[in-house]
């Protein structure tokens, strides 16, 4: 199957085309600049339809494109990261409409952010999403709603957890926290991590895309089954990064910290209990269920040694 990658440059999208490929698929990359590379790429604008918009034709689409979250929630940065995935879904969208058939499959990136904080709730595909924070439940709401009229068989609007992998900004971080002796509890520790190992997010998005898979349409939660607090993902990196035991981190320091390190302290403040209903109704095997063995997987290398 020919698929064409938005957001093929970024951490999760090389990892994706890498997968693609190694699993017989042609990747084409949708690009603003070109970069050496193994695949194919296809430069776009990322807001207006062009020549790329030939590359549809025949192909499935994956929607990655998006900056990264990780950054203060300003307007302005609320702004971007509104923009920056509304627009390239749009472009999307629009030129879906001048292809000669329908896009076979459809797989639209989200978050489970859209939720905002969610509480104790055991949130399903079917639980309605919230009215904030802005940066968070406001950007989600945008972003899925762009693609609204994309001229496809079917869609696969995918509401991801955080995705555990080497060498990307999420793992990076919480390691660096762990290994600067902040390995404890963040703010309450009681809010709800969904999370989700690199590998099953990648057989996830191959299954959606496999021909005949007509009910795994619309919003699916790409999400481990047992989401952990956050109090128990701190204590699972510190086993085994090999770590002693941190004094907790007061919400007002996580605040104070956010400052100095330009992020969002709702990233680590906010939680959600999620799991994947509509995966498991149909028989979705996870290769690691459980937080601790994906862990182990990831950081029983030297990588993070």
């Known amino acids: 199957m020919k698929v064409t990658v938005a957001g093929g440059s970024g951490a999760l999208g090389r990892r994706l085309c890498q997968d693609l490929a190694a699993h017989g698929h042609e990747v084409v990359v949708l690009t603003r600049r070109k970069r050496p590379g193994p695949f194919r790429q296809v430069e776009w604008d990322g807001w207006s339809v062009g020549p790329w918009a030939a590359e549809l034709e025949g192909s499935a689409v994956v929607n990655l494109a998006g900056e990264l979250v990780d950054r203060r929630p300003t307007p302005a940065n609320v702004e971007l990261l509104t923009r920056s995935r509304v627009e390239p879904t749009r472009a999307l969208v629009e030129a879906s409409a001048t292809l000669s058939a329908p896009v076979p499959v459809w797989i639209q990136a989200s978050t489970l952010a859209i939720y905002g904080d969610a509480g104790e709730r055991v949130l399903d595909e079917s639980a309605p999403g919230a009215d904030g924070p802005p940066q968070m439940a406001g950007v989600a709401r945008a972003w899925e709603a762009a693609v609204e009229g994309a001229h496809s068989d079917r869609v696969v609007v995918l509401r991801t957890g955080i995705v555990l992998d080497n060498d990307t900004p999420a793992l990076d971080r919480l390691v660096g926290l762990v290994r600067w002796g902040l ?16 590998d099953d997010w990648l057989a996830i998005v191959r299954r959606a895309l496999e021909p005949g898979t007509s009910e795994l349409s619309g919003v699916v939660h790409a999400t481990a089954p047992h989401p952990v607090r956050n109090a128990e993902l701190m204590a699972g990196l510190r086993t085994h990064l090999r770590r002693p035991p941190s004094p907790p981190t007061p919400a007002a320091l996580v ?26 109704s149909q028989g979705f095997e996870f290769s690691y269920p459980h937080l601790d063995d994906a862990l182990a997987e990831l950081l029983g290398g030297v990588r993070h040694g």
Do not use: K, M, N, Y
């Open 183 to 198: 390995g404890g509890r963040v703010g309450p520790g009681t809010q709800w991590i969904s999370w989700i190992h690199i």
């Open 255 to 280: 605040r104070l910290g956010a400052v100095l390190l330009r992020t969002d302290p709702a990233l680590a403040l906010t939680g959600r209990r999620a799991v994947p209903a509509l995966l498991e």
